[in-house]
Protein backbone atom coordinates (compact mmCIF):
# COMPACT_ATOMS: atom_id res chain seq x y z
CA UNK A 1 0.00 0.00 0.00
CA UNK A 2 1.59 3.39 -0.98
CA UNK A 3 0.33 6.94 -0.03
CA UNK A 4 0.52 10.76 -0.68
CA UNK A 5 -0.27 13.81 1.01
CA UNK A 6 -1.44 16.77 -1.05
CA UNK A 7 -3.21 19.28 0.68
CA UNK A 8 -4.27 21.13 -2.69
CA UNK A 9 -5.49 17.81 -4.26
CA UNK A 10 -9.14 18.59 -3.01
CA UNK A 11 -9.36 21.93 -4.30
CA UNK A 12 -7.46 21.09 -7.61
CA UNK A 13 -10.13 19.71 -10.03
CA UNK A 14 -7.67 18.95 -12.47
CA UNK A 15 -6.49 16.50 -10.14
CA UNK A 16 -9.45 14.71 -9.51
CA UNK A 17 -10.07 13.99 -13.02
CA UNK A 18 -6.04 13.24 -13.27
CA UNK A 19 -6.46 11.12 -10.19
CA UNK A 20 -9.49 9.05 -11.28
CA UNK A 21 -7.58 8.26 -14.37
CA UNK A 22 -4.52 7.44 -13.58
CA UNK A 23 -5.24 5.36 -10.42
CA UNK A 24 -9.13 3.73 -10.70
CA UNK A 25 -8.98 2.12 -7.68
CA UNK A 26 -7.84 5.00 -5.33
CA UNK A 27 -9.29 5.38 -1.82
CA UNK A 28 -8.57 8.98 -1.20
CA UNK A 29 -9.14 10.38 2.61
CA UNK A 30 -10.36 14.17 2.12
CA UNK A 31 -9.12 16.05 5.68
CA UNK A 32 -11.85 18.79 5.89
CA UNK A 33 -11.51 21.86 9.07
CA UNK A 34 -13.47 24.57 9.97
CA UNK A 35 -13.43 26.79 6.72
CA UNK A 36 -12.42 30.14 9.01
CA UNK A 37 -10.19 28.16 11.10
CA UNK A 38 -8.31 26.59 7.97
CA UNK A 39 -8.11 29.73 7.19
CA UNK A 40 -6.75 31.68 9.57
CA UNK A 41 -4.31 28.86 10.47
CA UNK A 42 -3.22 29.03 6.38
CA UNK A 43 -2.89 32.62 6.89
CA UNK A 44 -0.80 32.30 10.29
CA UNK A 45 1.53 29.91 9.02
CA UNK A 46 2.05 31.96 5.90
CA UNK A 47 2.75 35.17 7.80
CA UNK A 48 4.74 33.71 10.44
CA UNK A 49 6.97 32.35 7.68
CA UNK A 50 7.17 35.61 6.24
CA UNK A 51 5.62 34.87 3.05
CA UNK A 52 2.50 36.81 3.79
CA UNK A 53 2.60 40.27 3.31
CA UNK A 54 -0.08 40.87 4.99
CA UNK A 55 -0.21 41.33 8.69
CA UNK A 56 -4.07 41.94 9.51
CA UNK A 57 -5.60 38.31 8.67
CA UNK A 58 -9.23 39.78 7.60
CA UNK A 59 -7.43 42.65 4.89
CA UNK A 60 -5.33 39.62 3.65
CA UNK A 61 -8.82 37.66 3.78
CA UNK A 62 -10.41 40.19 1.24
CA UNK A 63 -7.48 40.23 -1.10
CA UNK A 64 -7.85 36.64 -2.48
CA UNK A 65 -9.59 37.85 -6.00
CA UNK A 66 -6.98 40.76 -6.21
CA UNK A 67 -4.29 38.17 -5.93
CA UNK A 68 -5.80 35.11 -7.99
CA UNK A 69 -6.23 37.98 -10.14
CA UNK A 70 -2.93 38.97 -9.82
CA UNK A 71 -1.25 35.20 -10.29
CA UNK A 72 -0.46 34.40 -7.08
CA UNK A 73 -0.47 30.54 -5.83
CA UNK A 74 -3.48 28.65 -4.86
CA UNK A 75 -1.73 28.95 -1.54
CA UNK A 76 -3.24 32.53 -0.63
CA UNK A 77 -6.59 31.56 -1.73
CA UNK A 78 -8.21 31.82 2.37
CA UNK A 79 -11.58 31.14 1.20
CA UNK A 80 -11.61 28.90 -1.72
CA UNK A 81 -9.50 26.55 -0.16
CA UNK A 82 -11.97 25.84 2.39
CA UNK A 83 -15.43 25.23 0.38
CA UNK A 84 -15.06 21.63 0.60
CA UNK A 85 -18.62 21.23 -0.33
CA UNK A 86 -18.18 22.10 -3.93
CA UNK A 87 -14.96 20.37 -4.23
CA UNK A 88 -16.39 17.55 -2.92
CA UNK A 89 -19.01 17.46 -5.32
CA UNK A 90 -16.82 17.90 -8.25
CA UNK A 91 -14.45 14.79 -6.92
CA UNK A 92 -17.45 12.62 -6.94
CA UNK A 93 -17.80 13.53 -10.73
CA UNK A 94 -14.34 11.38 -10.60
CA UNK A 95 -14.75 9.04 -8.00
CA UNK A 96 -16.92 6.99 -6.08
CA UNK A 97 -18.10 8.66 -2.66
CA UNK A 98 -17.51 5.30 -1.18
CA UNK A 99 -13.46 5.08 -2.00
CA UNK A 100 -13.97 8.72 -0.10
CA UNK A 101 -13.37 9.25 3.62
CA UNK A 102 -14.16 12.54 4.73
CA UNK A 103 -12.51 12.76 8.03
CA UNK A 104 -12.77 15.79 10.32
CA UNK A 105 -9.52 17.45 11.13
CA UNK A 106 -10.80 17.71 14.82
CA UNK A 107 -11.63 14.39 14.66
CA UNK A 108 -7.36 14.19 14.32
CA UNK A 109 -7.31 17.21 17.51
CA UNK A 110 -9.38 15.50 19.59
CA UNK A 111 -8.84 11.13 19.06
CA UNK A 112 -6.33 11.13 17.29
CA UNK A 113 -5.64 7.38 17.53
CA UNK A 114 -9.56 6.84 16.67
CA UNK A 115 -9.14 8.91 13.70
CA UNK A 116 -6.08 7.24 12.10
CA UNK A 117 -8.19 3.57 13.60
CA UNK A 118 -10.85 4.92 11.20
CA UNK A 119 -8.58 5.36 8.02
CA UNK A 120 -6.89 2.33 8.53
CA UNK A 121 -10.28 0.05 8.48
CA UNK A 122 -11.09 2.26 5.36
CA UNK A 123 -8.20 1.79 3.68
CA UNK A 124 -8.34 -2.22 4.75
CA UNK A 125 -5.50 -2.05 6.87
CA UNK A 126 -4.86 -3.31 10.60
CA UNK A 127 -5.82 -0.91 13.43
CA UNK A 128 -3.98 -0.21 15.94
CA UNK A 129 -0.72 -0.15 14.51
CA UNK A 130 0.64 3.67 14.94
CA UNK A 131 1.91 4.21 18.71
CA UNK A 132 2.86 8.10 18.26
CA UNK A 133 1.11 11.03 16.63
CA UNK A 134 2.54 13.86 17.10
CA UNK A 135 0.45 16.83 18.85
CA UNK A 136 0.75 19.43 16.20
CA UNK A 137 2.97 21.02 13.64
CA UNK A 138 3.74 24.54 15.78
CA UNK A 139 6.77 26.03 14.29
CA UNK A 140 8.27 29.58 15.37
CA UNK A 141 7.90 32.33 14.06
CA UNK A 142 9.98 33.77 11.00
CA UNK A 143 10.69 38.05 11.35
CA UNK A 144 11.10 40.00 8.36
CA UNK A 145 13.92 40.48 6.88
CA UNK A 146 15.38 40.18 3.31
CA UNK A 147 15.51 36.18 3.20
CA UNK A 148 11.97 36.36 4.27
CA UNK A 149 11.55 39.12 0.96
CA UNK A 150 12.96 37.02 -1.79
CA UNK A 151 11.43 34.02 -0.59
CA UNK A 152 8.21 35.57 -0.19
CA UNK A 153 8.73 37.01 -3.95
CA UNK A 154 9.02 33.84 -5.34
CA UNK A 155 6.61 31.54 -3.48
CA UNK A 156 3.95 33.98 -4.90
CA UNK A 157 5.41 34.49 -7.64
CA UNK A 158 5.02 30.63 -7.89
CA UNK A 159 1.50 30.81 -9.56
CA UNK A 160 2.46 29.53 -13.00
CA UNK A 161 4.07 26.30 -12.09
CA UNK A 162 0.87 25.44 -9.94
CA UNK A 163 -2.03 27.82 -11.52
CA UNK A 164 -4.93 25.13 -12.98
CA UNK A 165 -6.83 27.16 -15.43
CA UNK A 166 -5.35 30.23 -16.90
CA UNK A 167 -2.50 31.74 -17.14
CA UNK A 168 -1.47 34.69 -14.50
CA UNK A 169 -2.04 38.24 -15.91
CA UNK A 170 0.97 39.23 -14.01
CA UNK A 171 3.17 38.94 -10.99
CA UNK A 172 2.51 39.93 -7.62
CA UNK A 173 4.11 43.31 -6.42
CA UNK A 174 3.46 42.75 -2.67
CA UNK A 175 7.04 41.83 -1.13
CA UNK A 176 7.19 40.82 2.87
Not at 17 to 39: F, G, H, K, W, Y
Not at 90 to 108: M, N, Q, T
Amino acid sequence: MRGESTPFSLWSQGAHRRIAEALPDVRLIAVIRDPMDRAYSNWMHLWSDGLEPESDFETAFALQDERVQAGWAPFWRYRDLGRYGAQLDHLYRYVAPERVLVLRYRDLVDDPRAAVDRVSRFLGIREGTVDHIPRDNSRSFVPPGPRARTFGTVMRGGAPSSAVGSRPRSSPTSTC
